[in-house]
């Protein structure tokens, strides 16, 4: 099978996309992301321990990364499944040939050269190897693409229930739409409509890169409101991720940065508008509470 170019966007179709094969897999092989964090609960090694609003508080970054580092293992050792076994067993299946024929080829031509009894083991490989190349480059940007989209809302799970947890029932909603939709919005919508400079944005996002510019998109109908972006993103990610002149931007937006407390500490000490996980939780996020108390919830009112 040829790989020019026009091959090759036939061959980018069927595998990618909405209606491509490794969509298909995905759903398949890999739980979804309330599913894998509710997982990563079950396989913490805080599972069997009672969690007072105390002890959440006094270890929520402890918790807060396990759990996020744990759900990302278990996610790649299903994402490893889905590619070993779940693509390679759906390409050579009789019934997925029409629905995707040129990867049907692919595979055909690939066995052929392995039953080709002229060749020799080092040729066999070398054909193999330029035969696969393609196929293999697109299955792993498919499931890299698919790894950064998942992030978010698996974390947005775990935030809500250590919240939840930290004695912030009732106290935030989620999803809210404002100008964008919302990860979280501290204490509510009613609260945001009756007087926005109390309320609190929280954003979450796997990794900062270019995303902190979506949190900006708020700030039309937020004026006034302190937002809060969290990303979640390991010590080693953060060192050429996360720079001075991202933060200092955030700052000009009046965005706090919240990260692991780590990150906090060893990089960026003295900035102002970075908090660690255990200053947001234990410090920031109450003082923020102080002032939303007073706008009360005509819903509980009417209970």
Excluded at 142 to 167: D, I, N, V, Y
Excluded at 199 to 228: A, D, H, N, P, W
Aim: charged share 35%; hydrophobic share 35%; glycine share 4%.
């Amino acid at each position: 099978m040829a790989t020019d170019s026009t091959s090759l966007n036939r061959l980018k179709t069927e595998l990618q996309g909405s209606r491509g094969l490794i969509h298909k897999v995905r759903k398949e092989f890999i739980p979804s992301g309330s599913k894998l964090a509710a997982l990563a609960w079950e396989k913490s090694s805080f599972q069997s321990q009672r969690l007072t609003e105390e002890t959440v508080r006094r270890r929520f970054n402890e918790l807060l990364c396990e759990l996020i580092d744990l759900e990302y293992k278990l996610y790649l050792q299903y994402e490893e499944k889905c590619k070993s076994e779940g693509v390679i067993e759906s390409v050579v299946q009789r019934s997925e040939k029409r629905r995707y024929p040129n990867v049907s080829r692919l595979v055909a031509q690939s066995l052929k050269i392995i039953r080709d009894d002229k060749l020799g083991d080092i040729d066999k490989l070398l054909a193999l190897g330029s035969t696969l190349r393609p196929f293999y480059k697109l299955v792993e940007q498919s499931f890299a693409q698919g790894r950064m989209s998942r992030a978010g809302g698996s974390s947005q799970f775990h935030l809500e229930k250590l919240l939840t947890l930290a004695g912030y029932k009732g106290q935030f909603e989620m999803q809210q739409v404002l100008n964008g939709t919302v990860d979280f919005l501290f204490p509510g919508k009613y609260a945001w409509e009756k007087d926005r400079q109390k309320c609190v944005i929280l954003s979450i996002k796997r990794t900062l890169r270019e995303r902190y510019k979506q949190v900006f998109e708020e700030l039309e109908t937020t004026k006034g409101m302190t937002i809060y972006l969290l990303v979640t993103e390991t010590y080693e990610e953060a060192e050429s991720d996360i720079t001075e002149s991202k933060i200092d931007k955030l700052k000009e937006q009046n965005v706090y940065l919240v990260v692991r407390d780590e990150i906090r500490e060893k990089r960026f000490p003295r900035k102002a508008n970075v908090l660690g996980f255990t200053e947001f939780i234990n410090a920031e996020l109450p003082k923020r509470r102080a002032l939303w108390k007073s706008l009360s919830n005509p819903r509980r009112r009417h209970r």
